[in-house]
């Protein structure tokens, strides 16, 4: 009998040893997918902002345009007056304008087109987050019920073991009788 509760205690500790390592596995498995998920988050902080970025600089171009406009306009009147040193000032100044006006569409479409690469790449990372998700719920949910299954075949007692106390139950009636 000392050898059969030797050999189910061994087994009870060789599973436990197992369901440790498995639980190292599926906590490993679960961090580095909240890492994952995180590292989603912060992309699609990114995009956000530089959305922002897109509509503050579209704002400022529509500014910078309305100001060419005004200047173009103060162009014309000057040169129609005859007032050369007038128009020469704000001609200079348009030019300027325009320049500025230049280096922010420049800018915006370099945001737009960064915005554009991050949330394409967002994307596919979110699919790719997704079908790993799936796929680590399922190996983890196969894991638990492995252990669980595990756990059941230890505590469930075998026929020999059913039929020897048995045995041993019916000797001491008949020693006793």
Known sequence: MKLIDRVARLLRADAHGVVSALEERG???RQH???????????????????????????????RQQRIDALDADVELALAGGKDDLARFAASQLLSERRDFAALEHQKAQVEETRTRVAERLTEQERTL?????RARCW???????????????????????????????????ATS
């Open 27 to 29: 906590l490993l498995l």
């Open 130 to 134: 997704d079908s790993l998700s799936v």
């Open 140 to 174: 983890l949910a196969g894991r638990e019920r492995a252990v669980h299954d595990e756990f059941a075949g230890l505590s469930r007692v075998a026929d020999e073991e059913v039929e020897l106390e048995l045995m041993r139950r019916r000797s001491a009636a008949e």
């Open 33 to 63: 997918l909240r890492e994952a998920e995180l590292e989603i988050l912060q992309k699609r902080a990114r995009v956000e902002a530089l959305g922002i970025e897109a509509a503050r600089l579209a704002d400022e171009a529509e500014r």
